[in-house]
């Protein structure tokens, strides 16, 4: 799959209202597709990024036509083409391979958009995200400041990443917004756990995105992803230290209850900044 993302042709004021089904394993791209896609009236469903996923989404979302990856990590994509095909839902392919041969017969004539497209889009599209979890990190890490961490092993100072994307931000010569005013309140350490289960496990995934983050035009892991490179070789060793802080609570306890309340509610407040 490949890096980067234009301006897509499918961006046009007939857009508003339709619904678009989004399936793209490409952080960068997904995001890029997202954005333009809501810029002109859509309203994106997804990105979904692997075939579990993205089965699941074709056969119980409600959606107006698909744009489909054609390659998720070496997967191909044509199950979740199937489903939409059998519900009469266009679909749009994206893919880096010009072909036809290699789509089945029952798409040899379906519209396809081909990559690569342009890197200074993506690298557009890049800052943008950038920014906007600057202002998610950044209004996290201020609530989760006020919580004394020490007591149940947490050395929460080591785990601030927003200075970072801070750094990246600057780098590409770009101004960071203002924090962002949170859908609901940290108020219990158990809430605030649950929080940072979910900002822990984006380190996770930072590495994924970091990969493709370096193959844009002047990014690499010290200058404009250093966020993304997050704790580096100690990724792995701080979050199995968190993992083992939160097997310490029992699972049956209401303090579990609030901690998967507040993740859940994370992953929300994440969806929701990167769509808006």
């Given at each position: 799959v490949q890096s980067s993302v234009s301006e897509p042709?499918?961006?046009?004021?007939?857009?508003?209202?339709?619904?678009?089904l989004v399936?793209?394993?490409?952080?960068?791209?997904?995001?890029?597709?997202?954005e333009s896609l809501t810029a002109s009236g859509a309203k994106p469903i997804g990105p979904y990024r692997t075939l579990d996923q993205s089965i699941i989404a074709a056969t119980n979302e409600t959606f107006d036509i698909a744009l489909l990856d054609v390659d998720l990590g070496g997967i191909a994509i044509w199950p979740v083409a199937r489903i939409i095909h059998d519900r009469h839902i266009p679909?749009?392919?994206?893919?880096?391979?010009?072909?036809?041969?290699?789509?089945?017969?029952?798409?040899k004539n379906a519209t396809v958009l081909y990559?690569?497209?342009?890197?200074?889009?993506?690298?557009?599209?890049?800052?943008?995200?950038?920014?906007?979890?600057w202002s998610l990190h950044s209004a996290f890490e201020f609530e989760l400041g006020?919580?004394?961490?020490?007591?149940?092993?947490?050395?929460?100072?080591?785990?601030?990443?927003?200075?970072?994307?801070?750094?990246?931000?600057?780098?590409?010569?770009?101004?960071?917004?203002?924090?962002?005013?949170?859908?609901?309140?940290?108020?219990?350490?158990?809430?605030?756990?649950?929080?940072?289960?979910?900002?822990?496990?984006s380190t996770l995934g930072g590495q994924a995105i970091l990969q493709q983050a370096t193959r844009l035009p002047g990014i690499s892991a010290t200058q404009g992803a250093r966020f993304f490179c997050g704790h580096a070789?100690?990724?792995?060793?701080?979050?199995?230290?968190?993992?083992?802080?939160?097997?310490?609570?029992?699972?049956?306890?209401?303090?579990?209850?609030?901690?998967?309340?507040?993740a859940l509610r994370t992953f929300d407040e994440f969806i929701n900044c990167i769509r808006e």
């Open positions: 042709p499918f961006v046009t004021p007939l857009l508003t209202g339709i619904q678009v399936v793209e394993d490409n952080p960068l791209v997904s995001l890029g597709i997202v679909i749009v392919f994206l893919t880096g391979f010009s072909d036809a041969s290699a789509r089945p017969a029952e798409f990559k690569p497209y342009d890197s200074h889009r993506s690298l557009e599209a890049y800052g943008e995200l950038l920014i906007r979890l006020k919580f004394a961490w020490a007591p149940v092993g947490i050395d929460f100072d080591s785990r601030k990443r927003a200075h970072w994307l801070a750094d990246d931000i600057s780098y590409l010569g770009l101004t960071r917004c203002q924090p962002r005013a949170l859908a609901h309140s940290i108020d219990t350490t158990g809430a605030g756990i649950g929080v940072l289960y979910v900002l822990e496990g070789t100690k990724t792995g060793s701080m979050w199995r230290a968190f993992i083992e802080t939160l097997d310490r609570v029992d699972p049956i306890s209401a303090e579990a209850s609030i901690i998967e309340e507040a």
